[in-house]
Antibody, heavy 122, light 107 residues
Framework: QLQLQESGPGLVKPSETLSLTCTVS??????????WGWIRQSPGKGLEWIGS???????YYNPSLKSRVTVSVDTSKNHFSLKLSSVTAADTAVYYC??????????????WGQGTLVTVSS | DIQMTQSPSSLSASVGDRVTITCRAS??????LNWYQQKPGKAPKLLIY???SLQSGVPSRFSGSGSGTDFTLTINSLQREDFATYYC?????????FGQGTRLEIK
């Protein structure tokens, strides 16, 4: 059974960089049909897609965050990572990692991590 | 950006009821529409993909329909465990966007 697990600091100071890692177990991050992504949810709010990456390193980001976001992948460790720079209180959210199935006419997030709350505060 | 608008924002229903949630896209997205269920403190769970395909393991009382700009999620014979928040999500554009959610509450 595929599992995704987010890890990283739960508290980040304003103007610093948020860093999270998603470790994939029970399957290979190098599988050809999948992208790997980050989605966040501010307290009491809806879902916002942050960015996605393929095992080759090909990535794409939400334009609203693109100037501050880097998503990278390490296939040797079977994990991918998120860095969000210059954070403010508006970046306080639960951050989820997820697998995105990608095939002709089919694109959906089928496995999700449990989520990790990151609070931006001094 | 493709805006996804769900209605209603919240809904009260009873066990055994049939409910329908609507999702409208700001432009045509063919059938690149997925539905998720989220319970408090949990990650979203995929229910329906490509507008009408039922994800493996999801009860058959859930169904989806639609194409273009208008989509519906229908839950037949509501069960207690179905009370949750539901989100639609489009994957037509490389900029993935979600609806604002529909909270389904017990009447």
């Amino acid at each position: 059974q595929l599992q995704l697990q987010e890890s990283g600091p739960g508290l980040v100071k304003p103007s610093e960089t948020l860093s999270l890692t998603c470790t994939v177990s029970g399957g290979s991050i190098s599988s050809s049909s999948y992208y790997w992504g980050w989605i966040r949810q501010s307290p009491g709010k809806g879902l916002e897609w942050i960015g996605s990456i393929y095992h080759s390193g090909s990535n794409y980001y939400n334009p609203s965050l693109k100037s501050r976001v880097t998503v990278s992948v390490d296939t040797s460790k079977n994990h991918f990572s998120l860095k969000l720079s210059s954070v403010t209180a508006a970046d306080t959210a639960v951050y989820y990692c997820a697998r995105r199935y990608t095939a002709i006419l089919q694109y959906y997030f089928d496995y999700w991590g449990q989520g990790t709350l990151v609070t931006v505060s001094s | 950006d493709i805006q996804m608008t769900q209605s209603p924002s919240s809904l009260s229903a009873s066990v055994g009821d049939r409910v329908t949630i609507t999702c409208r896209a700001s432009q045509s997205i063919s059938t690149y529409l997925n539905w998720y269920q989220q319970k408090p403190g949990k990650a979203p769970k995929l229910l329906i993909y490509t507008a009408s395909s039922l994800q493996s393991g999801v009860p058959s009382r859930f169904s989806g329909s639609g194409s273009g700009t208008d989509f519906t999620l229908t839950i037949n014979s509501l069960q207690r465990e179905d009370f949750a928040t539901y989100y639609c999500q489009q994957s037509y554009s490389t900029l993935i966007t979600f609806g604002q959610g529909t909270r389904l509450e017990i009447k």
